[in-house]
């Protein structure tokens, strides 16, 4: 019997020491008799209201270049002061933080301004806020959406995307809710790096936009993406170097052998798949276009410009076959007794084109691989 007293002791003074259900109540009751989560919190109604803000990315799940949009998973964390909503925590056992539903205080009509997705307003139906003693209001909304990203494909595959968050309140202006970055703005929850590309995060940027005769902040919150281009290398730029390289190969061979126009085809056709796989990974409209396709269109052009050499060289070489055996004055030459010496053979005029060929083929083929390297590492 003892026992048990004691224990009721003790749980009647551990409810008083941290507040019991009906003192939660009672404090409610108070809190919002007269609370309207409708009218901004504020005595001097002159005065906005300070809200600050903080981005907590948790993941980021893909990057869609052909599209411009970046998706992301996280939450912001935002608080403000509610002066309706303060209360001296000695009068209460010391309660001095409570947590309700969203729908029953006051907030800001936060919207991500460039959303992509249906859903442009934050929060939740069933999202709680916490309030502290002071009147300080916290609130975290959950962002999973996609946002437009300002993606330049200039530099392909050593290109450089921006992307971000851009809050604003949708109807409160500044003079209403004026909107600020918390210090530190942002936060990595449990953030993981991307097999795709190394992030930073650089300083939030405030804006300010007039509209209706109203003055409206946006805070920005970037997200610097570099693309890793080690497996881009490998699997692109390597084969479109050696492709280029083999651009060549087709005037090593003599006139005589007519496989080497079927090789400068076969070197044609490997430029159009490689331009049909780029252009599949990358935006079908951008306002910089991409030096990689500038590339990939200047070997195209003289693959293009080498068939129709080495069939010059060919026809050359069958004309010239021709005058030789319909009985020209040089056929009728003889070769010369075994007891005279032998003279070497001239070049054909159609070895003589071949070589001509070839070095403006090597000297154009390194001008456009330079520049495009240079353009693209630089």
Not at 33 to 62: C, G, H, K, Q
Request: proline share 6%; with cysteine; glycine share 4%.
């Amino acid at each position: 019997m003892f026992s048990l007293l004691i224990v009721l002791w003790s749980a009647i003074m551990s409810s008083q020491a941290f507040g019991g259900v009906d003192v939660y109540y009672r404090l409610h009751q108070d809190l919002f008799a007269d609370y309207n989560p409708e009218v901004r919190p504020y005595f001097n109604y002159t005065m906005p209201t300070e809200v600050i803000a903080t981005l907590s990315v948790a993941y980021l799940t893909e990057l869609d270049i052909r599209h411009h949009f970046l998706h992301l998973c996280g939450f912001i964390s935002m608080m403000w002061t509610d002066e309706k909503l303060t209360w001296n925590p000695e009068k209460y056992d010391n309660i001095d933080r409570i947590y309700v539903k969203q729908e029953r205080v006051w907030k800001p009509d936060m919207a991500v301004y460039n959303s992509v997705a249906d859903k442009v307003y934050l929060g939740e139906e069933n999202l709680i806020v916490t309030v502290s003693s002071n009147g300080t209001v916290r609130w975290e909304p959950l962002v999973n959406m996609g946002v437009t990203c300002k993606v330049d494909i200039s530099n392909y595959p050593f290109d450089v995307s921006v992307c971000g968050i851009n809050l604003t309140s949708w109807v409160y202006p500044e003079s209403c809710v004026e909107l600020k970055a918390g210090k530190p703005s942002l936060e990595l929850f449990r953030v993981l790096s991307h097999s795709q590309y190394y992030i930073e995060y650089p300083e939030p940027q405030l804006t300010r936009s007039p509209y209706n005769g109203a003055v409206y902040r946006f805070l920005n919150f970037p997200i610097k993406l570099t693309r890793r281009p080690e497996y881009l290398i490998l699997t692109v730029m390597v084969p479109i170097t050696m492709l280029a390289v083999m651009c060549a190969v087709p005037f090593l061979l003599s006139p005589e052998e007519p496989e080497k126009l079927m090789v400068s085809i076969t070197l044609l056709l490997s430029f159009a798949v490689s331009i049909d796989y780029i252009s599949e990974k990358l935006p079908q409209t951008s306002i910089n276009l991409s030096v990689l396709v500038v590339y990939l269109s200047s070997l195209f052009v003289l693959s293009f410009l080498g068939v129709l050499a080495n069939a010059v060289v060919l026809l050359l070489k069958t004309w010239d076959d021709r005058l030789e055996t319909s009985g020209s004055p040089s056929s009728n030459l003889k070769q010369g007794t075994n007891c005279a010496p032998t003279l070497d053979k001239p070049a054909s005029r159609a070895q003589r084109l071949n070589k001509v060929f070839m070095i403006l083929n090597i000297i154009l083929l390194l001008a456009v691989s330079g520049v495009a390297w240079i353009l693209l590492i630089y």
